[in-house]
């Protein structure tokens, strides 16, 4: 990523569409709305998560190696997220 800023802003956008697909199929599910409710609070978490980790880089470790790894871990938890989604 070319600025903190700009990772902030495709983490953002990730989220958005993840929460906004998950609104779609729970409108169209028959999953119970606690179980939506959960999800829909675990993509806002991932997203407050993840920007407040760009905003605070861990001490001690490489800048480079440190967005690699939270891009890296950003990627599963979205990945995760999307296979909740499609269990529908």
């Given at each position: 990523m070319a600025s903190r800023?700009?990772?902030k802003k495709v983490i953002g956008y990730i989220s958005s569409e993840l929460l906004s697909q998950a609104i779609y199929v729970a409108l169209n599910s028959d999953r119970e709305p606690a179980e939506w409710?959960?999800?829909?609070e675990n993509i806002i978490r991932l997203n407050n998560d993840y920007v407040a980790r760009v905003s605070h880089k861990q001490p001690g470790m490489a800048a480079k190696k440190y967005f690699d790894t939270l891009c890296t871990s950003f990627n599963e938890d979205a990945k995760a997220i999307v296979?909740?989604?499609?269990?529908?």
């Open positions: 800023k700009n990772l409710n959960q999800l829909f296979a909740e989604i499609q269990k529908g």
